[in-house]
């Protein structure tokens, strides 16, 4: 069984910042992408942040130059750093990961239960 579990999610005043972190744990083989989605009441899942295995990341228009993501490959690890958080990051923030499992040749999308970010003015 494979499980991505977050973590650092809460309640933030907006111009602040979080730290989001999550976990792939169970019989993985290997990850290609890790990442970050997000979906606010009312509106679609869309993407914040991704990273590939080699490091090449991409990023929503929205968050570039705010929100860093970083990736811990040996751990199977992903974070994301958040800064000058607006209003319009309230969201519930999902860890994503394309991976194989052991004994598996399929790629298959695995997501996190996700996170509540909340800015406040």
């Known amino acids: 069984q494979v499980q991505l579990v977050e973590s650092g999610g809460g309640l933030v005043q907006a111009g602040g910042s979080l730290r989001l972190s999550c976990a792939a744990s169970?019989?993985?083989?290997?990850?290609?992408?890790m990442g970050w989605y997000r979906q606010a009441p009312g509106n679609q899942r869309e993407l914040v942040a991704t990273m590939y295995s080699g490091g090449s990341t991409n990023y929503a228009d929205s968050v570039k130059g705010r929100f860093t993501i970083s990736r811990d490959n040996a751990k199977n690890t992903v974070s994301l750093q958040m800064n000058s958080l607006k209003l319009e990051d309230t969201a519930v923030y999902y860890c994503?990961?394309?991976?194989?499992?052991?004994?598996?040749?399929?790629?298959?999308?695995?997501w996190g239960q996700g996170t509540q970010v909340t800015v406040s003015s």
């Open positions: 994503y990961a394309v991976l194989r499992r052991s004994g598996s040749f399929a790629y298959t999308d695995y």
């Open positions: 169970g019989s993985i083989f290997s990850i290609t992408v």
